[in-house]
T-cell receptor, first 118, second 116 residues
Framework: AQKITQTQPGMFVQEKEAVTLDCTYDTSDQSYGLFWYKQPSSGEMIFLIYQGSYDEQNATEGRYSLNFQKARKSANLVISASQLGDSAMYFCAMREAYFNFGNEKLTFGTGTRLTIIP | ETGVTQTPRHLVMGMTNKKSLKCEQHLGHNAMYWYKQSAKKPLELMFVYNFKEQTENNSVPSRFSPECPNSSHLFLHLHTLQPEDSALYLC???????????????FGDGTRLSIL
């Protein structure tokens, strides 16, 4: 079974609207971390936001927020007031057993291509 | 320079050539990574170096040979590659420390490799 599932291969959103990118994950660990990355056409993977499994509050970073529903094993990324520069691939990733020193392995989903329409 | 720098950005090589990809991080991190990104597939972790020691080799064919001479530099030596090795190769770095592993990996722009 896939550890990270992103069910939306592509999305088109009108500029200034909010957008939610879905991510579900599969793990038996109690301690894990979830990351979202943005990859523009240039290729660089840009870190956006992080959520730890023990964090009580949903993470927020500027226009990015994470809708973390632990019981449903979902960690959806919400982008408010979308901009043309938000057009890119978005990847959800998970690090399991994240209290284990040296365990830095990230597992990525297949990504969602977001296109913002003017 | 800041961040993670990868050279070259693009590389075209024949199957019998030998080439190397270079990665340099200017973030003071102690771990570095190689990833392979193929079309329509999840990012695949290839190698992990913690404190210059290789801690992960994710069943990568021996035609890929990593080298980490110090905590700031990482190389991927390539020889006798196959057409299916054409992909974007991404380097990343992070700061590994005890406690919650909430430190993100920082990526370079990647090297787009094409095998003829």
């Amino acid at each position: 079974a896939q550890k990270i599932t992103q069910t939306q291969p592509g999305m088109f959103v009108q500029e200034k609207e909010a957008v939610t990118l879905d991510c579900t994950y599969d793990t038996s660990d109690q301690s894990y971390g979830l990351f979202w990355y943005k990859q523009p056409s240039s290729g660089e993977m840009i870190f956006l936001i992080y959520q730890g499994s023990y964090d009580e509050q949903n993470a927020t970073e500027g226009r990015y927020s994470l809708n973390f529903q632990k019981a449903r094993k979902s960690a959806n990324l919400v982008i408010s007031a979308s901009q043309l520069g938000d057009s890119a691939m978005y990847f959800c990733a998970m690090r399991e057993a994240y209290f284990n020193f040296g365990n830095e392995k990230l597992t990525f989903g297949t990504g969602t291509r977001l296109t913002i329409i003017p | 320079e800041t961040g993670v720098t990868q050279t070259p950005r693009h590389l075209v090589m024949g199957m019998t050539n030998k080439k190397s990809l270079k990665c340099e991080q200017h973030l003071g991190h102690n771990a570095m990574y190689w990833y392979k990104q193929s079309a329509k597939k999840p990012l695949e972790l290839m190698f992990v170096y913690n404190f210059k020691e290789q801690t992960e080799n994710n069943s990568v064919p021996s035609r890929f040979s990593p080298e980490c001479p110090n905590s700031s530099h990482l190389f991927l030596h390539l020889h006798t590659l196959q057409p299916e090795d054409s992909a974007l190769y991404l380097c990343a770095s992070s700061q590994v420390a005890p406690g919650p592993g909430n430190q993100p990996q920082h990526f370079g722009d990647g090297t787009r490799l094409s095998i003829l």
